[in-house]
């Protein structure tokens, strides 16, 4: 069992700027190294989808809909995986899933929603 403990979510106008945090407390370093991390979101009605990922490596993939305004970093020494997410627009609106994929099966935290309104 993996367990998350996700921060960050919360309301913001158009144009704004977020943070989320997430951390994987109670596993050892090497354990967390060994992990691809990313956020995954699921708006009303859509399936969840990718955002962004992060390697050991610091090697990012991001979905097309957030390059250049999403940055995910991680601090393997912290045990942690953070989004920055800039300029967010409205249909960024969803509930955003911390995931940790250690190449057999995937591993979800909570969630936390996320809402752009004016």
């Known amino acids: 069992q993996v367990r998350f403990v996700e921060s960050g979510g919360g309301l913001v106008q158009p144009g704004g700027s977020l943070r989320l945090s997430c951390t994987i407390p109670?596993?050892?370093?090497?354990?967390?190294?060994?992990?691809?991390m990313g956020w995954y979101r699921q708006a009303p009605g859509l399936e969840r989808e990718m955002v962004a990922t992060?390697?050991?490596?610091?090697?990012?993939n991001y979905a097309d809909s957030v390059k250049g305004r999403f940055t995910i970093s991680r601090d393997n020494s912290r045990k942690t995986v953070l989004l920055r997410m800039n300029n967010l627009k409205p249909e960024d609106t969803a509930v955003y899933y911390c995931?940790?994929?250690?190449?057999?099966?995937?591993?979800w935290g909570q969630g936390t929603q996320v809402t752009v309104s004016s």
């Open positions: 109670r596993i050892i370093t090497s354990t967390f190294n060994q992990y691809l």
């Open positions: 995931s940790a994929h250690d190449g057999s099966q995937i591993y």
């Open positions: 992060v390697t050991s490596g610091h090697s990012t």
